[in-house]
Structure formats: structure tokens, C-alpha cells
């Protein structure tokens, strides 16, 4: 069974920086994309940022050049750097794993609150 799990998330100051990790388990097909969206209160998710297998990045205007996604896949993890955080990236942050298979999976998210 595959698990998706994050970690890093908390409180911050507006200005500040949090760096967020997800970790992956449980199966030995390779990940294709990696990828972090986020849900504020009262909003539907959306997508943040995401990184290939080959390298690939992309990211949502609201948080380019803010926020820097990496991976390391020897240990099937994702970070999330956040840079300049705003109190409008006040959201539950979930990391979504799709394999090369296309079956995909979402972490159980975790909090990020920044304080203005």
C-alpha cells in the first residue's frame, strides 16, 4: 500500500520561511510527478507547484519565484521550500504522487498558517 506522508508545516510570520517534505512509501514502481497543492478555508484546492521525473518544474503564479520545489528520488521525497511567505498562502498543503502507472495519491496534507 502506498503512503503519502507530510511533514513540516506550522506557524509563521509573514516574511518567514517554512520548508515542507513529503515522503513517500510502500511501492516499488517509479513516480513519475510530484507535486504540492494547497486548500484555504472556504476555497477549493489548487495546484502550487509540481517537479517530473526528468526535472521538470512548474508553478503557479502566485508563488514563483517565492517557492522552490525539489526532489530527491532516491528516497521518493518532495521538499517544498517557501520564501516570503503571505498570509494569503494560509492553506492545508497536499502533496499528490502520480506513478508512471498513472495511479495517483494524496498525502493527508498539513497546515500552514502565516501570520500577518
Known amino acids: 500500500q502506498v503512503h503519502v506522508v507530510e511533514s513540516g508545516g506550522g506557524l509563521v510570520q509573514a516574511g518567514g520561511s517554512l520548508r515542507l517534505s513529503c515522503a513517500t512509501s510502500?511501492?516499488?514502481?517509479?513516480?513519475?510527478?510530484m507535486a504540492w497543492y494547497r486548500q484555504a478555508p472556504g476555497k477549493q484546492r489548487e495546484f502550487v507547484a509540481h517537479?517530473?521525473?526528468?526535472?521538470?518544474?512548474n508553478y503557479a503564479g502566485s508563488v514563483k519565484d517565492r517557492f522552490t520545489i525539489s526532489r530527491d528520488n532516491a528516497k521518493n521525497t518532495v521538499y517544498l521550500q517557501m520564501d516570503s511567505l503571505k498570509f494569503e498562502d494560509t492553506a492545508v498543503y497536499y502533496c499528490n504522487v502520480v506513478l508512471i502507472t498513472t495511479m495517483a495519491y494524496w498525502g493527508q496534507g498539513t497546515q500552514v498558517t502565516v501570520s500577518s
Open positions: 517537479i517530473t521525473s526528468g526535472g521538470r518544474i
Open positions: 510502500g511501492t516499488t514502481i517509479s513516480i513519475n510527478v
